[in-house]
C-alpha cells in the first residue's frame, strides 16, 4: 500500500454531542465545564465573543497577571480574573490564571471546571487553524496571542516581537523556540472573516454554497473558483474548495454511477502498473469531473511513474481537495467529513491515514443527512469509525458501499 504524506494534515478527534443546539445553550454547557462540547461549539461561541473594535481591551492583562503571581497575590489574581471573564468568558489569559489562583487558594471545585474550560478553550482555538497566513488562529482577544503561545509551546520558548499586517488584517507573532528555531504564528483579527471560514458546517452551509455557486459576482461562484483551482491559485481557502466541490453537484456530469466503473477500472490499472493507460484515462475523467478525487490521485502518482520525478505526486490539485475535506470535519456524528464520492472516505482512510478498512455501513444523522460509516481495522477493542457525509451523493443514485482494491 502507499501512503500519501502531506505535511501539515493533523486530524484532531473530539468527543461530541449528538445535537444541533442553539448558542445559548451551548454557553451554559460551556458555564457548567461540560467536555461532551465539541471544538467546533467552543469555535463558534468564540468565534461570536469576538469584537474587533475592543480586541485591545485587554492590553497589558498577561503582564498584569505574571507580576500577581511572581507577588504571591492569587486573591487578587482571582478579582482580576473574574472581572476580565464577566466581559468575555472566553479569554484564555483570564482561564488560565484564575485556574491558577484557584490552586494557590485551595478551591477544588472551582479549580476542576475551571480546568475543563481553559482546555476546551485551548484546543478550539488549535482546532480553528495552524497559525500560519492562510490557516491563522482565531481568538477572542488580543492578548490571548501570548497566553496561547505560552500554552502552546514547550518550556522555554520566547516572543521576540510582535507586529500586525494591516493587508491581511492579522496578528504575528515572532518567536524563538529552545533548539533556536524561529517561527512567526499568525492570529486572524479581520473584522470581514465569517464562521464559514474557520469550520464547516453542513447543514449551515451545503445550501449557501449552492446558491452562491450560480451567482456570477459571488466570490463562491462555481466558474470562478473552478478557473482559479485549474490554474493552481495558491489563494484558494480551504471553504473556498469546499464551495467548488457543492458546486460541482448540480453540475451535469456528477453522475456517479456512470464513473464507479472508471474509477474501479483506474485503480485496476495502477495495480497492474499500467501507468500510461491509467493517466489517459485519470485524464479523461477530470475532464468532465475536474475534482474526482481517484483521478487526481492517479494523475499525479502515473505521471511520478512515468517521469520518475517526486514533483508529480501529489499534486497541486489532489493536495487541495484532500486538504478541503479533511478541513471540513473530524470523522464524528456532528461534524462527518465532506466529500464528493462515496469511495473518497475509502481513499482518505487507506491512502491518506494508511489504515486499514473494516466493516462498512451507513446512516443518518439528526437532521437526516446520509452518512458513510467505515470502521478504521485495529486491534483495538473499541473500534474508530469515520463518518463521511454523502447525502448529496446519495440523491443522485443507490450506490455499491462494497470495498474495491
Known amino acids: 500500500m502507499r501512503i500519501i504524506a502531506i505535511v501539515g494534515f493533523?486530524?484532531?478527534?473530539?468527543?461530541?454531542?449528538?445535537?444541533?443546539?442553539?448558542?445559548?445553550?451551548?454557553?451554559?454547557?460551556?458555564?457548567?465545564?461540560?467536555?461532551?462540547?465539541?471544538?467546533?461549539?467552543?469555535?463558534?461561541?468564540?468565534?461570536?465573543?469576538?469584537?474587533?473594535?475592543?480586541?485591545?481591551?485587554?492590553?497589558?492583562?498577561?503582564?498584569?497577571?505574571?507580576?500577581?503571581?511572581k507577588d504571591g497575590l492569587f486573591a487578587e489574581m482571582d478579582l482580576l480574573s473574574k472581572q476580565t471573564l464577566n466581559e468575555n468568558p472566553f479569554c484564555i489569559t483570564a482561564l488560565f490564571y484564575r485556574t491558577v489562583s484557584m490552586f494557590y487558594l485551595k478551591k477544588p471545585k472551582e479549580l476542576q471546571a475551571l480546568i475543563k474550560q481553559t482546555e476546551m478553550v485551548f484546543l478550539a482555538i488549535k482546532k480553528s487553524g495552524k497559525g500560519t497566513v492562510n490557516e491563522p488562529y482565531y481568538i477572542s482577544d488580543i492578548k490571548d496571542a501570548k497566553a496561547f503561545i505560552y500554552l502552546n509551546g514547550e518550556i522555554g520558548i520566547h516572543i521576540d516581537s510582535m507586529s500586525f499586517n494591516k493587508e491581511y488584517r492579522q496578528l504575528y507573532a515572532y518567536i524563538s523556540h529552545p533548539s533556536g528555531k524561529k517561527e512567526i504564528v499568525s492570529f486572524d483579527f479581520n473584522e470581514k472573516t465569517t464562521i464559514r471560514e474557520v469550520y464547516f458546517d453542513y447543514h449551515r452551509d451545503f445550501q449557501y454554497y449552492l446558491k452562491e455557486s450560480l451567482v456570477p459576482n459571488s466570490r463562491f461562484n462555481y466558474k470562478t473558483l473552478l478557473g482559479k483551482f485549474l490554474?493552481?491559485?495558491?489563494?484558494?481557502?480551504?471553504?473556498?474548495?469546499?464551495?467548488?466541490?457543492?458546486?460541482?453537484?448540480?453540475?451535469?456530469?456528477?453522475?456517479?454511477?456512470?464513473?464507479?466503473?472508471?474509477?474501479?477500472?483506474?485503480?485496476?490499472?495502477?495495480?497492474?502498473?499500467?501507468?500510461?493507460?491509467?493517466?489517459?484515462?485519470?485524464?479523461?475523467?477530470?475532464?468532465?469531473?475536474?475534482?474526482?478525487?481517484?483521478?487526481?490521485?492517479?494523475?499525479?502518482?502515473?505521471?511520478?511513474?512515468?517521469?520518475?520525478?517526486?514533483?508529480?505526486?501529489?499534486?497541486?490539485?489532489?493536495?487541495?481537495?484532500?486538504?478541503?475535506?479533511?478541513?471540513?470535519?473530524?470523522?464524528?456524528?456532528?461534524?462527518?467529513?465532506?466529500?464528493?464520492?462515496?469511495?473518497?472516505?475509502?481513499?482518505?482512510?487507506?491512502?491518506?491515514?494508511?489504515?486499514?478498512?473494516?466493516?462498512?455501513?451507513?446512516?443518518?444523522?439528526?437532521?437526516?443527512?446520509?452518512?458513510?460509516?467505515?470502521e478504521i481495522e485495529t486491534k483495538e477493542v473499541r473500534k474508530k469509525v469515520l463518518l463521511f457525509n454523502i447525502n448529496h451523493a446519495f440523491q443522485t443514485l443507490i450506490f455499491d458501499l462494497d470495498s474495491f482494491e
Not at 30 to 40: E, G, P, R
Not at 42 to 51: M, S
Not at 352 to 373: A, V
Request: hydrophobic share 40%; aromatic share 12%; net charge negative.
Open 231 to 374: 490554474n493552481h491559485d495558491i489563494s484558494l481557502k480551504h471553504n473556498e474548495v469546499i464551495a467548488l466541490m457543492i458546486g460541482f453537484t448540480k453540475n451535469e456530469n456528477y453522475v456517479l454511477y456512470d464513473i464507479i466503473s472508471l474509477e474501479r477500472e483506474i485503480m485496476n490499472l495502477i495495480a497492474d502498473k499500467e501507468y500510461n493507460k491509467a493517466l489517459s484515462m485519470s485524464n479523461k475523467l477530470l475532464e468532465t469531473n475536474p475534482l474526482n478525487l481517484i483521478a487526481l490521485m492517479e494523475q499525479g502518482f502515473s505521471l511520478m511513474k512515468i517521469q520518475k520525478n517526486k514533483k508529480y505526486f501529489p499534486s497541486f490539485k489532489f493536495r487541495k481537495v484532500c486538504e478541503a475535506i479533511l478541513w471540513s470535519g473530524d470523522g464524528s456524528f456532528t461534524h462527518p467529513y465532506f466529500v464528493l464520492d462515496p469511495i473518497d472516505g475509502q481513499i482518505i482512510i487507506k491512502y491518506i491515514f494508511g489504515e486499514n478498512i473494516g466493516l462498512m455501513g451507513s446512516g443518518e444523522d439528526n437532521n437526516g443527512y446520509y452518512l458513510d460509516m467505515l
Open 10 to 69: 493533523l486530524v484532531l478527534f473530539s468527543i461530541y454531542s449528538f445535537g444541533q443546539p442553539n448558542n445559548s445553550v451551548i454557553f451554559e454547557r460551556f458555564q457548567n465545564a461540560d467536555t461532551t462540547l465539541s471544538h467546533f461549539e467552543v469555535i463558534d461561541l468564540l468565534f461570536h465573543q469576538r469584537n474587533i473594535s475592543k480586541m485591545n481591551k485587554n492590553d497589558g492583562l498577561l503582564e498584569q497577571m505574571q507580576d500577581l503571581e
